[in-house]
């Protein structure tokens, strides 16, 4: 079983930026795509962003693309998400999973994803 550790939420004003960062232990992360996604107070779990086990390809979702960037270092069991431009739509708790089956595509369904991170808040004001 993946252990799952997300860190560098925080409050930001609208406009900044954050860098998200999900540890993973107790796994071939290597293997593994990864996915994050974000929950905002009454809202459902929605994607966010999700890259393949090489990092080689990334999925977005259309809220966010052009302003997060995700990517992932092996080496380190880490993925991250690089976050720009932010907006207070964009705050909510932030959540890292890892995608089901080694050496899968990834996805953007929340069905695909098995373990999941206790989460970060993210808190973007106006």
């Known amino acids: 079983q993946v252990q799952l550790v997300e860190s560098g939420g925080g409050l930001v004003q609208a406009g900044g930026s954050l860098r998200l960062s999900c540890a993973a232990s107790?796994?071939?992360?290597?293997?593994?795509?990864m996915g994050w996604f974000r929950q905002a107070p009454g809202k459902e779990r929605a994607f966010v962003a999700a890259?393949?086990?090489?990092?080689?390809?990334?999925y977005y979702a259309d809220s966010v693309k052009g302003r997060f960037t995700i990517s992932r270092d092996n080496a380190k069991n880490t993925v991250y998400l690089q976050m720009n431009s932010l907006k207070p739509e964009d705050t909510a708790v932030y959540y890292c999973?890892?995608?089901?089956?080694?050496?899968?595509?990834?996805?953007?369904?929340?069905?695909?994803?098995?373990?999941w991170g206790q989460g970060t808040q993210v808190t973007v004001s106006s």
């Open positions: 107790g796994r071939t992360f290597s293997s593994y795509a």
């Open positions: 999973a890892v995608r089901r089956g080694g050496y899968k595509p990834p996805s953007t369904d929340r069905a695909d994803f098995g373990s």
């Open positions: 890259i393949s086990w090489s990092g080689s390809i990334t």
